[in-house]
């Protein structure tokens, strides 16, 4: 009888925990991969702001420079 009412418990909880896992492995995976992205984008952002920095005619200031 105990080892029936154990197994019963396990089975009815079981489906649960894996459902509760997979869906905490999938946000988690989201979540790693926004972060990656945001920082690629950050990075790059970063880049084209210093390329255009570097070849803009115009000083930090706003005051077009003289050739």
Do not use: C, Q
Not at 12 to 25: E, K
Not at 34 to 40: F, H, I, L
């Amino acid at each position: 009888m105990p080892t029936d009412l154990w197994g019963g418990i396990i089975w009815s909880v079981a489906p649960t925990v894996v459902i509760g896992l997979l869906f905490w492995f999938i946000m988690r995976s989201v979540i790693h991969s926004d972060r990656n992205e945001r920082k690629a984008y950050s990075k790059i952002e970063a880049e084209e702001r210093a390329r255009f920095a570097a070849n803009s005619p115009i000083e930090p200031g706003g005051k077009p420079t003289t050739p």
